[in-house]
């Protein structure tokens, strides 16, 4: 009689934590892609300003940056702008890139925080040669 009374306990646990495990799980899931999608931004970025800084025409890195992000799938169309910055002592060739990450769990709809559109900036520079 005594194991009648606790064998339902084990499905009233799993049903109370369940949800918070999920949560969890999904979140670790987000926001590894979201940093993943955001490294491959980065890494754009810092061949663009590279290219850039070794003489290429902007509309070539754009070329360039445009073909390392299409590795990627992101949730819009990235904005980049290659610009050259002179310096008291150089000229600094600069690359900025910013584009909507793409979400790919259901997490939004239970966390209001991960709702919205993320679009980080990510930019890179380097001093020009020659």
Request: net charge neutral; no cysteine.
């Given at each position: ?29 987000e926001?590894?892609s ?5 490294q491959?931004?980065q ?18 890195v ?7 992000l299409?590795?990627?799938s ?6 980049i ?8 002592s ?38 020009k040669?020659?």
């Amino acid at each position: 009689m005594n194991g009648e009374k606790h064998r339902g306990a084990a499905l009233v646990e799993l049903a109370l934590t369940l949800p918070v495990l999920l949560v969890l799980v999904m979140g670790i899931i987000e926001m590894a892609s979201l940093f993943q999608q955001f490294q491959v931004v980065q890494h754009a970025a810092r061949e663009g300003a590279r290219l850039a800084a070794v003489g290429e025409s902007p509309e070539e890195v754009t070329a360039a940056v445009l073909n390392l992000l299409s590795l990627r799938s992101f949730a819009g169309t990235p904005t980049i702008r290659v610009e050259e910055v002179t310096l008291s002592s150089y000229v600094e060739s600069k690359v900025s890139i910013s584009v909507p990450l793409r979400t790919v769990t259901p997490l939004g709809q239970f966390v209001p925080a991960l709702l919205g559109t993320f679009r980080p900036t990510a930019v890179a520079a380097f001093r020009k040669e020659g």
